[in-house]
């Protein structure tokens, strides 16, 4: 617990289990994290035998060792116990930053079109400043901007930060905020109809919850 407990710690040790090795791509799913900060939790990682510190022609990456890795059924564990019982995020817990980082980790990239294909998110409930987002598909590569990339937008997606939250999360479905108002697809009508499909849900999404939580 002396390892563990410590704060952000997990986090951290989420984001090497889903798969982030360099620092940058760290920051990004940790992104309330300060870079001084993070740098001492890898090093604290590290010295406790749970990070490889690994150094290659492209910079320097984290690796998960054999014990950092028995530790992906623990995460495992916690994110099911969290999604089950912690019920409703709060409007501090939501965040388009975290929301398009983990959207872009699991796309179905055999379900794209062929080519690039960029779709924009447009978050009218959210300060100016994180409004606006762009991820830019193909069948190699998936980034995110919060700056336009200056490519010709595919389709566009309108609607609030907890709608797109909860179709993320397998709260709500598509076709259900669609016919409710609460996400509207600007595009071809081919593309807006197989949008849905290039975007697998949170590995969490399955996960039972209960019908009502006790206060």
């Given amino acids: 617990m002396e390892l563990l407990d410590e704060r952000w710690t997990l986090l951290v040790v989420r984001e090497l289990v889903i798969g982030s090795q360099r620092f940058n791509d760290l920051r990004r799913g940790v992104p309330r994290m300060s870079p001084a900060l993070l740098s001492k939790r890898l090093r604290q990682l590290t010295a406790a035998g749970v990070v ?102 595919s389709v566009q997606v309108r609607t609030g930060l907890r709608t797109m939250t909860m179709i993320w999360r397998g709260d709500l479905g598509w076709a259900d905020a669609r016919r409710s108002g609460d996400l509207e697809l600007d595009g071809p009508r081919e593309l807006c109809r197989s949008l849905p499909d290039w975007f697998a849900l949170s590995p969490f999404a399955s996960v039972p919850r209960p019908l009502a939580i006790a206060r």
């Avoid at 992906?72 to 388009?96: F, H, K, N, S």
């Avoid at 998110?121 to 200056?150: E, K, M, T």
């Fill in 52 to 153: 490889d510190r690994v150094s290659d022609e492209a910079g320097v990456r984290y690796v998960l060792t054999d014990a950092g890795q028995e530790l992906r059924p623990v995460v495992e564990a916690l994110g099911m116990w969290g999604t089950r019982w912690i019920g409703e995020l709060g409007d501090r817990e939501l965040d388009p930053k975290l929301l398009l980082w983990d959207m872009h980790r699991n796309v179905n990239q055999d379900h794209l079109p062929p080519g690039r294909t960029v779709v924009s998110f447009r978050f009218p409930d959210v300060a100016p400043s994180l409004r606006y987002w762009w991820l830019v598909l193909d069948h190699n590569n998936v980034d995110v901007c919060d700056i336009d990339p200056g490519f010709d937008v």
